[in-house]
């Protein structure tokens, strides 16, 4: 039966031909049989009799479906990239997809895609709206003009949503009490419609797909290595192996080249490669190739100051008696650790790396004069570390703690803790210790009230683990922020255990939930 043969294009179709003179009325088509009888007379009158316009089939006018609302392509620093849309609740390419080359997975802000397209924002702030508490929802009513006027003050598009969501929440009630009220991380782990986040399709070079979802983190953990090293294995024009001192001329903080269609940026960088030797590489971000730098500068300033290098391996001061104490890291391995740790503070500390021949020879000048210094002060701080820890590790044994310490124990004084720990740390290693030796003093008094902090301490701590692990997962180094929230962590241990040592700044479990937030 052919009830519907085409769309036309044709605004105004030609009416239905009157019925036979002779006949009030035409016959009712009740059955095929009659309906085909009439589409045979009446479609010789008129064939395109059962076409219906564009316009029959349109609800509306659809002036808002426009490419300013719905783009084809979404903008990076890096280029265009596809974007494709599909309406179909359940189906798994529901809402917007976002193509993406391997090569800039990294790049990519987990805050800028939560904002979509213009065309399906105001759809999933009103449904984030809904998943707030009623007391709180009040205040957005009517929803439809509230988010009208948030969306008038230009958030800021590369950051999340939530946190500015809820400043606008506050301005509206005339209250930043409010602030306190709304729940952050559970406003975030509420789960909306899957059309409301993009759906992401991962391609290599040759237009493959290698991954899709819509959880970009979980994404970068799978391919993030991989797109790293396949961003470098492309740009082989900028790299060079072998190095050995400063001959590669002035390194500009980032290069421009072109990839296929796409104009990439790079971030050039010395890097201490697996065998020892030195490397120049391009990385995929800045923060990894500030990292890899400074290790990699190091590495080059080393060969310049072997002399004093090797007078630094023979061991600081008072490292043997140390070296016993903290017996259960290896002592070459120990040892290791130490020297990396004196070049890194004298050779670098908080100076710019250099990036030119000129600067890295003045580099090397300031760090013959401060390696003596530097030197002295490890070994103080060593010798200090090494008898708080021997005073905590002889109290250990039977005590209910025991187990907890020594979990502490392997955080604070494993293999690596050298280099792990900031130069401003090393100071606190030592009052870190005793007041861990404080608590197992106190314990006994209220058994109920050292768990219920360490409760409070242990939240925190899963939260800094989960993101570490997670951008370790990516390849990706951790942030100065998030490296600084493991020691506040710690001088919260000196807080709530053994307040009497006291604290270099104002700490307590509200104060760092709120540094989290900003973290």
Request: hydrophobic share 40%; proline share 6%.
């Amino acid at each position: 039966m052919q009830l519907l043969q085409n769309v036309s294009d044709d605004p105004k179709p030609k009416k239905q031909p009157a019925p036979p003179k002779g006949r009030l009325k035409p016959l009712p088509l009740a059955d095929i049989r009659t309906f085909q009888a009439w589409l045979k007379t009446a479609e010789r009158d008129n064939p395109r009799l059962l076409f219906l316009s564009r316009d029959d089939l349109m609800q509306h006018a659809a002036a808002h479906i426009t490419e300013e609302q719905f783009p084809k392509h979404w903008q990076t620093a890096d280029g265009k990239f596809k974007l494709s849309y599909r309406f179909e609740p359940h189906h798994p390419l529901d809402g917007v997809t976002l193509t993406l080359p391997l090569t800039v997975l990294n790049r990519i802000s987990p805050a800028a895609l939560e904002w979509l397209v213009p065309g399906m924002i105001r759809e999933k702030i009103q449904l984030q709206i809904r998943a707030l508490p009623k007391q709180i929802r009040r205040i957005c009513v009517p929803v439809p003009e509230f988010i009208t006027q948030f969306l008038s003050q230009n958030p800021d598009r590369n950051a999340p949503i939530l946190p500015q969501l809820a400043q606008a929440i506050a301005k509206t009630a005339g209250d930043i009490r409010i602030l306190e009220q709304i729940n952050q991380d559970e406003w975030a782990a509420f789960k909306l419609p899957e059309h409301c986040y993009f759906n992401l399709r991962i391609i290599d070079d040759g237009g493959q797909e290698l991954a899709m979802g819509r959880d970009l983190i979980q994404i970068q953990q799978q391919l993030g290595k991989a797109a790293a090293t396949t961003f470098r294995d492309n740009t082989q024009e900028f790299e060079r192996d072998n190095v050995t001192t400063w001959d590669i001329g002035t390194l500009p903080e980032s290069i421009k080249f072109a990839r296929g269609k796409q104009q990439l940026t790079g971030y050039l960088g010395l890097q201490k490669e697996k065998d020892g030797r030195i490397a120049l590489r391009l990385f995929d971000t800045p923060a990894a190739a500030e990292q890899a730098h400074r290790l990699g500068v190091i590495e080059l300033m080393k060969l310049q100051l072997k002399e004093q290098v090797k007078d630094l391996n023979k061991g600081i001061q008072g490292f043997t008696q140390a070296a016993m104490l903290l017996k259960h890291i290896n002592a070459d391995t120990l040892r290791d650790d130490l020297t990396q740790a004196v070049c890194d503070r004298a050779f670098i500390g908080e100076d710019e790396l250099p990036r030119n021949e000129k600067t890295f020879k003045e580099q090397i000048k300031r760090a013959r004069s401060r390696l003596p210094a530097v030197k002295e002060a490890l070994s103080r701080y060593l010798q200090e570390t090494a008898a708080a820890y021997a005073e905590l590790n002889g109290k250990l044994g039977k005590h209910p703690l025991t187990h907890l310490m020594r979990q502490r124990l392997q955080t604070l004084l494993v293999a690596g803790f050298a280099t792990r720990t900031p130069w401003a740390q090393w100071p606190r290693l030592p009052i870190y210790l005793k007041a861990m030796t404080l608590r197992l003093e106190k314990y006994s008094g209220n058994p109920a009230r050292d768990a219920a902090r360490e409760a409070d301490i242990q939240e925190l701590e899963q939260m800094w683990q989960e993101k570490t692990d997670s951008l370790v997962k990516q390849g990706l180094p951790v942030s100065d922020d998030l490296a600084a929230f493991k020691w506040m962590i710690e001088e919260l241990r000196v807080s709530l255990f053994a307040q009497e040592l006291k604290t270099p700044y104002p700490v307590s479990v509200k104060r760092l939930m709120k540094e989290w937030e900003g973290i």
